[in-house]
């Protein structure tokens, strides 16, 4: 057995964390794959800095991620929870034609912000 210890983040640990990272696998995916538990990446991506893949506040910028391609076209995309945690998944309920969100997701991500203000007057 010639392997680093696991909580040893050499530049080719660093730099694999960072690849795997950018592929959209959840922390512990990364972690199974690097030998360390899902805190272990998550606190080490913080500390690196590297974007933390949110939720997006408009649609255009949604993320590129694995899950995503797993999504038939006509279910909403919408993404929930903490991206990179198990628990990251997208609505899924029924999009409306030619939107990718549900309805009441649409109503979310396409209010004009004119209209929120006259309706909180
Ligand atoms: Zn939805």
Redesign the pocket.
């Known amino acids: 057995m010639n392997m680093p210890p696991n909580h040893e983040w050499t530049p080719e640990r660093v730099d694999q964390l960072t690849k795997l990272w950018g592929t959209g696998l959840s922390a512990s995916e990364i972690g199974r794959k690097l030998g360390i538990t899902k805190n272990a990446v998550v606190g080490k991506v913080r500390r690196l800095n590297l974007a933390m893949r949110r939720a997006p506040a408009v649609p255009k910028a949604l993320p590129n991620i694995v899950t995503l391609e797993r999504l038939k076209s006509t279910q ?1 995309s ?1 993404p929930e929870g903490e991206p990179g945690e198990d628990s990251f998944r997208f ?3 029924l ?1 409306v034609p030619s939107k990718p ?2 309805e ?2 649409c109503k979310i991500a396409y209010v004009p912000p004119k209209k929120r203000q006259s309706a909180a007057a």
């Open positions: 909403c919408w609505c899924g309920k999009a969100y549900c009441a997701h």
